[in-house]
């Protein structure tokens, strides 16, 4: 979940950084600025178009620093949304593009350190983020910027419960800044908090009242929050009331901020200090709240990824619509070339000629025949696999779940009809989700109330053994199976273990339904399963000795 008040305070940062280093700066090539410009232009707003336009620069752009900036931001709109690893992917990649020689690229390089750092630091590995930081403090000389990160370094050492460090930080700061000033507000709040939990029995309360005192005078909502969440831990003990009294400021000030971060931090702190009845309400607030971030979280981690594919994609159909035009301009030349010759042959020997096309023609044909014949089979193999078994899927996912997502539905039905569009083509499409992730929706998508799909050993080191065929492949081979079940076994419970042993990948499937009894009659569906094993050089197994339910085996070499 994006806060746009917070991300603007991180852009100030960056700014800042920047700022520092302008004379330095070469200028952005026009033709990549005006996107540069137009995802800085979404930032405070629609972080998520933003990141759609970055992407698009760092997709295009030939200018290193360009890119470097275009993945600084990218990864700033990361971590706000939640996804402090896909920040740190970012972040990393702005790294590759910049040079720690060139007086250039420090501010950017300041920039991406302080937020390796503020990634780590949300990751909880504070030893990282102090050394990301001591980067970002050694790539800058403004004083100002030193301060803030400094004030960052210090907190890591806190959580480390590294006190003394972090008081000389702090003490350090205050030193430095203004009695007045934001900064000054922020380190005095930080170094009270840091000495009352190095000594229980420390006054914090005239430096937390003086701080907030400031931050009010300088209608710094931000910096009033953390206040009254300071104020809050400090009374818990000795004087309830006055905590419950902050925390209840502190929920207030988040609301008008939408932050939800700060809003779920004031409702735990109400949940523990609220009298009984008044607790209950704010408890069913804290964990409607904490399940509403968590999947506005996921669902952001899953867009930044989408829109990174599909960017991508573009680009990639971009390039083989170029191949394709230089293919067919190939094509028409070399026609021109055989009637030519052709022409040349008629007027050296007609009769010759006359013979040796109707041989010709004669092969074609049949050549031709041959292969309307093997693309017809193909074809209808990529129907069963991708377009009825594919459907099918979605109409379970609709039939079992009434509440399902308009927007999700819409997303498979939009898959399914770009891999129908290119049934007739060859190679595999390439997917965003690592396999075992795609197998593990794909099992997930037939469970229902009645009936229950356990999998295991369904893991990322399991499926390094075997290359994008075999999966695309097996993909399709396990679709079948399921889709057999659902039709026609009546099963209600389903189990399928993965593993691997002798250089081979096992997989093998259980259920509870009807079995198959007497001779197996394989329809299209089996055989093309059947045939897709033996192109991978593996078995099939059915045991059809069982009363009821059945057992497949299926085995193939691994990579």
């Known amino acids: 979940m994006i ?65 470097a900036m275009a993945y600084t931001n990218m990864g700033m709109i990361q971590s706000e949304a939640g996804d402090d690893f896909g920040a740190q992917e970012s972040l990393l990649l702005s790294l590759r593009y910049l040079d720690e020689k060139d007086g250039k ?103 937390l009242f003086k701080s907030l005192a400031i931050r009010m005078k300088q209608k710094d909502e931000w910096g009033q929050n953390s206040s009254f969440a300071h104020l809050a831990d400090y009374y818990a003990r000795s004087r309830p009331d006055s905590a419950l009294h902050y925390a209840r400021r502190l929920y207030l000030t988040a609301q008008r901020l939408q932050s939800p971060d700060n809003r779920l931090d004031a409702l735990e702190k109400l949940v523990r200090l609220a009298p009984p009845g008044e607790s209950r309400g704010y408890f069913v607030k804290y964990r409607a709240l904490g399940d509403s971030i968590q999947t506005a979280r996921n669902a952001a981690k899953n867009q930044f990824a989408l829109i990174r594919y599909n960017v991508q994609k573009e680009r990639a159909d971009k390039l083989k619509l170029q191949k394709d035009n230089t293919e067919k301009k190939y094509q028409i030349d070399r026609q021109r070339v055989i009637l030519l010759g052709t022409f040349a042959l008629i007027v050296l020997g007609a009769f010759f000629l006359r013979f040796w096309y109707r ?42 779940k009434p509440g399902i997502d308009k927007a999700v539905l819409l997303d ?26 795609r197998v593990a929706v794909m099992l997930n998508s037939f469970a229902t109330d009645e009936v229950r799909v356990l999998s295991a050993g369904n893991t990322e080191s399991l499926w390094e053994h075997t290359n994008p065929g075999q999966q695309d492949e097996l993909w399709h081979i396990l679709q079948e199976l399921m889709v057999n079940m659902r039709k026609h076994s009546g099963a209600a419970n389903v189990a399928i273990r993965f593993g691997t ?49 059945l057992k497949i085996q299926i085995s193939f070499p691994a990579v």
Not at 11 to 40: F, I, M
Not at 143 to 163: C, D, F, G, S
Not at 412 to 437: A, M, N, V, W
Not at 520 to 546: A, C, P, V, Y
Request: positive net charge.
């Open 3 to 67: 806060t746009s008040g917070k991300l603007s305070l991180r852009l100030g940062l960056c700014l800042l950084a920047l700022c520092s280093c302008r004379e330095a700066r070469r200028p952005l090539p026009k033709a990549n600025w005006d996107t540069y410009r137009k995802a800085y232009a979404f930032l405070a707003g629609h972080p998520d178009s933003a990141f759609y336009y970055f992407n698009e620069v760092v997709s295009a752009s030939k200018d290193s620093q360009q890119v």
């Open 501 to 549: 042993g002798n250089k081979k990948i096992d997989i093998h499937y259980t259920d509870d339904g009807t079995g198959i009894r007497g001779t197996l009659k394989k329809k299209n569906g089996l055989r093309n399963t059947g045939n897709r094993i033996s192109g991978m050089g593996g078995e099939l197994i059915f045991d059809t000795s069982q009363e009821k339910g």
């Open 105 to 207: 690229d420090h501010s950017s390089l300041v920039n991406d350190y302080n937020e390796l750092g503020m990634t780590s630091f949300n990751l909880r590995n504070y030893n990282a983020a102090i050394s990301f930081y001591d980067k970002a403090l050694s790539a800058t000389s403004d004083e100002q910027l030193k301060l803030v990160i400094l004030n960052n370094k210090a907190n890591a050492y806190r959580e480390l419960k590294a006190y003394g460090p972090a008081l000389n930080i702090y003490r350090t700061i205050t030193e430095k800044t203004g009695k007045d000033s934001a900064a000054y507000a922020r380190a005095l709040t930080n170094m009270a908090a840091t000495r009352w939990l190095s000594d229980p029995r420390y006054d914090a309360a005239p430096e």
């Open 412 to 437: 498979s039905i939009d898959d399914l009809y770009e891999k129908s569009r290119d049934i007739s083509y060859e190679g595999q499409t390439p997917h965003s989700k690592p396999f075992h992730e």
């Open 359 to 400: 041989k010709r023609r004669q092969r074609l044909e049949l050549e031709a025949a041959n292969a309307i014949r093997e693309s017809e089979l193909k074809t209808s193999k990529k129907v069963h696999d991708v377009v009825a078994n594919g459907l099918y899927r979605i109409m379970k996912e609709v039939e079992n």
